[in-house]
């Protein structure tokens, strides 16, 4: 937990401030020689560096050199990232994803995604199975849907795979104890025992290929920040089970409609309206960006005009810097907002087409989505 702002798995609430972040998580902020070796991956495939990247979104690790180096001599990582199955899959979602496909093209290495539909379960008071269940499949398709090579891509659910996770958890849990997870996740003595429990599941896609395998594989784990606590507890333990220690490369998160100041990230949490899910349609999102998407531009179109906005803290313009992957046309929206030559409801319009656009293409592929062909068997290596 951080002081002055409340970061947990779970909770994500008050002004996020990443460098306090980066100091009490002690994660190491990516610096420019790691950038450029990335980029040096990225240009053999014939791929540019990350706009995600580029623009610091994604913006701390754990041990990527280590990643780096064995990859370089030769030795293949595997990816890891999932997500608790708890409702409909926001744009905020599909950030870590997004990025985790351009890793896999860049690496071709393969991607196992975790779908823990028992967290969400214990951690939220209404939630039934039967809604996991359903949750499960949905965002399935929206992982999907964003081109993962079926081929190299295993999903792993834990209640249907719990035969094989759970003898690796027992021996995950065997190793934190009570005041460890306490610590770690803020919890008190009045949390279900399931909840506590759970961290020892999300540790063990990080070294079960290795198990499968029978070799030690490096892994690299791409996720939002607030995921953190769950890998710098199992890093400690995996180790001592006789395998690689996980990395990781962690993202900011993206800003809740209703701005930076007062929603930390965007969450269905903060309510249907304001949150733009991946089967929004285009009205839809239109609506929900005109009306919730905080401006940074003036009271009036005169004052606009004369004073200029400001796009560090207009969401539309934060927004873009997530999903507008040209530097040139966003520098130029930057400018001319700021000059006052460009009005927030023509800011917001460029957002809404870029979404729009974004969303279509999306959605055709999510229709197209067979996540059985995802699923992982066991006795398939
Ligand atoms: N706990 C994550 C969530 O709430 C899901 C998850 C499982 C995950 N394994 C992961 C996220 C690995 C990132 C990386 O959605």
């Known amino acids: ?58 913006f701390a690790h754990r041990d990527l050199k280590f990643i780096l180096d064995e990859y370089e001599k030769g030795n293949r990582f595997f990816l890891y990232t999932g997500r608790a199955p708890s409702g409909n899959t926001h744009l905020g979602h599909l950030v870590p994803w997004l990025f985790t496909k351009w890793l896999q093209d ?14 969400k379960f214990l951690f939220k008071e209404e939630l039934t199975l039967e809604e996991t269940a359903r949750y499960t499949e949905e965002n399935m398709k929206d992982v999907i849907a964003l081109g993962f090579d079926p ?10 795979h719990a035969g094989v996770m759970f003898p690796e958890a027992i021996k995950v849990a065997k190793r934190i104890t009570f005041s460890t997870a306490k610590a770690a996740f803020g919890f008190s003595n009045e949390q279900n025992i399931g909840a506590i429990f759970y961290t020892a599941m999300q540790a063990v896609p990080a070294f079960l290929p290795s198990v499968l395998r029978k070799k030690p594989l490096p892994c690299l784990i791409p996720h939002a ?34 701005g930076m100041e007062k929603d930390g990230k965007m969450s269905s949490t903060s309510g249907d309206q304001a949150t733009i899910y991946t089967t929004d349609d285009a009205k839809a999102v239109k609506q929900k960006i005109n009306k919730y998407a905080f401006s940074g ?42 000059s006052g030559k460009l009005l927030s409801g023509e800011l917001k319009a460029i957002l809404i087409e870029k979404l729009t656009a974004f969303l279509a293409k999306h959605q055709a592929a999510r229709q197209r989505a067979q996540p059985e062909k995802f699923l992982w068997a066991p006795g398939k290596k």
């Open 151 to 160: 081929k190299k891509t295993h999903f792993l659910v834990d209640t249907r």
């Open 225 to 258: 920040i607030d995921q953190d606590p769950h890998f710098r507890v199992s890093r400690d333990v995996i180790p001592r089970l006789g395998y690689p220690k996980p990395a990781s490369i962690q993202c900011r998160f993206l800003p809740g409609l209703a």
């Open 297 to 338: 531009g003036r009271e009036t179109v005169e004052a606009h005009r004369r004073l200029g906005g400001n796009p560090d803290v207009d969401v539309s313009y934060q927004w873009l810097l997530f999903f507008e992957e040209d530097d040139a046309k966003l520098e130029r929206i930057y400018r001319d907002y700021k």
């Open 1 to 58: 937990m951080v002081a002055g702002m409340t970061l947990t798995p779970w909770e994500v609430k008050g002004t996020i401030d990443y460098d306090k972040i980066v100091q009490e998580f002690g994660v190491e902020k990516i610096d420019s020689a790691l950038l450029a070796r990335l980029e040096k991956h990225a240009k053999k495939k014939g791929l540019v560096l990350h706009h995600l990247l580029r623009r610091h979104i994604f």
């Open 106 to 119: 860049v690496f071709d290495v393969e991607l196992w995604f975790q779908f823990p539909d028992e967290e």
